[in-house]
């Protein structure tokens, strides 16, 4: 809910898919994943700076892009610089979690919330860990 979609076209090294982060969503939004209410889950988020960074279209690098990421109402990342986290732009990364339960309605929902300009994502890959 929420956010744009954008498709990019940069390649990307050092990623085992790099098409995963050809595309993402930006803004201010939420996904409401649905599972089954009794297990636990990891989710590993996909990031990786297409805008911003010397020579991107963003120009600026470290502190253009600052955001939190909620899980179910509780931080899971805080004042998130993906460009200050993957070393440059162009570079993927990725932040896992574990041991994730559903809400009360069988759903992992994750707010991506700006500080500095907007929040990016480029997947969220959601791993049954078993009940």
Do not use: M
Not at 92 to 121: D, I, M, S, W
């Amino acid at each position: 809910q929420g956010g744009v979609q954008v498709q990019r076209y940069d390649i990307i090294s050092g990623a085992k898919d790099p098409e995963l982060y050809q595309a993402e969503r930006y803004g201010n939004f939420t996904y409401a994943i649905p599972v089954v209410s009794e297990g636990r889950y990891t989710a590993n988020l996909h990031f990786c700076e297409n805008w911003f960074g010397p020579g991107r279209p963003g120009r600026f690098g470290e502190g253009a892009r600052i955001f939190d990421v909620y899980y179910n109402g509780r931080a899971l990342l805080r004042n998130f610089d993906i460009f200050k986290r993957a070393g440059g732009a162009l570079k993927p990364v990725v932040e896992t979690f574990h041991n994730l339960e559903p809400n009360a309605q069988g759903k992992l929902v994750f707010q991506f919330v700006p500080v500095e300009n907007y929040a990016a994502v480029n997947a969220i890959e959601i791993l049954d860990e078993g009940r």
